[in-house]
């Protein structure tokens, strides 16, 4: 048996139907914004390995920290132990965080960042005895597939079979710029409640449901009524994190401060598995006791894995290097030149960018969700050009690693350009 028989009688692919679908390609290296296939192809990671990897891949900075620190000490239980890389790390978010944020939690992947950020919300309030149980989300989220990320994000086709499990939440309409106002008064009735234990988004754009942005204003107005009616708020910057808005956190562009932030994705450069959820010292005050029925009982075998945060501690160190800050600013800037080119054409229904998002939607007269025949066809186009773009629906989007050259950008926009210009006559 080749590989690819050997990976189809044994393992079950993420988000892949079992039948029906393309072999999975055989990734062999990886190698800055190139993943090298065994038959030779250079592929394109235009969408940083699910907006992952942030510095490119097999960087050498990430690698030896993680090299030295797997000889050194690769994992010990983090409960009633530490060590360096986790104490190192945590003391780096909290440098680059938004100043209100005073401790970090470690867990393994986005859905756990985000079940550990609605658990503290919960407990919170249940340890100061105070009856808020209700969650308000935005419309359209997502945030992660474990039970609680689930229940707090959109009622779609992916969580149909599991609804009846999920807890029930207050959803608002996305707040489109055109119904802010209402978005805003429906957001006070349900604050003024009282009931709400904490308010739960993805600042600026919501990633999964098709790179969704909204204004920063209003989410400021949504904070400022939380604060006002005691709401915990809950920021996931899962997708945000780390620079992909043009700002270090989304929560920058913000005047008003979330409680609590749930981080992963680019925490660790996309080198290793690792979820982290700040808060601030008002949420510690209230776990702040030596009554184990206060305590935060929850943890991971791997939390805090320490090759992990290594890897942690050696992308914030890329981060804040001035070749990153330009780097990202360079992108940004590169992405509103292809949006001024391609805005207008009667194939383009939208196209929108923030920092280092950028998102295009197609016109088409059928279905235009996750499940879009569209998709269908982007997919491959894209990848027959040795360009990887995993399109949601009718919707193409590039998040680059930062080091992608403008010429390798170029490369992207050009195949775009490309599908548009082929769609456009075929639907003509
Ligand atoms: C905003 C947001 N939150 C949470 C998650 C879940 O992260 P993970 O896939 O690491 O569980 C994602 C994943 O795409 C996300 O975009």
Known sequence: MNWIERDKSTIWHPFTPLKGVADPLMVTKAEGVYLHTDDGRKIIDAVSSWWVNLHGHGNPHIAKAIATQASNLEHVIFAGFTHEP????AESLLKILPSNQSRVFYSDNGSTAVEVAIKMAFQYWFNKDEEKKRIIAIDGAYHGDTFGSMSVGERSDFTKPFV????????????????DKEVIQTFQALAESGEIAAFIFEPLIQGASGMRMYSAETLDKLLSIAEEHNIICIADEVMTGFGR????FASDYLVNKPDIICLSKGLTGGALALGATSCTSDIIDAFNSEDLKKTFLHGHSYTANPMACAAGVASYELLITPECQDNIKRIAEKHIGFLSRIKGQRIVK???TKG???AIEIETNKDSSYFSEMRNML?????????LLRPLGNLIYIIPPYIIKNEELDLVYSAIEELLNKHSSTSS
Not at 86 to 89: C, F, N, R, S, V
Not at 164 to 179: M, Q, R, S
Not at 379 to 387: A, G, N, T, V
């Open 245 to 248: 808005t043009g700002k270090l």
């Open 350 to 352: 939208d196209v929108r």
């Open 86 to 89: 986790a104490i190192k790390l």
């Open 356 to 358: 280092t998002v950028i």
């Open 379 to 387: 997919y491959p186009f894209f990848l027959e050009k040795d360009i």
């Open 164 to 179: 009846e499990h999920l807890f029930e939440v207050d959803f608002i309409d996305f707040p489109n710029g055109e119904n």
